[in-house]
């Protein structure tokens, strides 16, 4: 064994990296990158401010939303009115800002305007019921 002479390169080694470091270092990524975008636009939107108003139609129906006026169903909708063919359809808000539908409640989206054309697709032509008022 020779010893170490001051101008030889020395060689430097990088720990190995184990699949448990990998995986946390890919969980950790993944994580974060997936929180940051959700928390900023109900940061940007001010989570209370209500979203503006929208009036279209939408694969042939024709989908409306505005601040609500205090008719209807708005428990949980933060005071917006959502409608598909002139029938409420109950959403709500998330804390995260996103927003949820009757029809569609296990697939929050960004706005109620998002939340309808969901709703139009998961309804695939069949009409909106009527959500029973709760009293």
Known sequence: ??????????????PELSRR???TAAAVLATSA????????????GHHD??????????GRRI???PATGAGHQHHGAGYTVLVDGVELHVMRN?????????SHYDPVATPRAAARAAVDELQGAPLLPFPAVN
């Open 1 to 14: 064994m020779r010893g170490h002479q001051p101008n030889e390169p020395r060689e430097i080694r990088m």
């Open 50 to 59: 209500s979203p503006g108003a929208f009036d279209e139609v939408y694969r």
């Open 34 to 45: 997936g929180t940051l975008p959700g928390i900023t636009p109900a940061a940007a939107a």
């Open 64 to 66: 409306q939303g505005r």
């Open 95 to 103: 804390a995260d800002g996103t927003w949820i539908s009757v029809v």
């Open 21 to 23: 470091r990998a995986l």
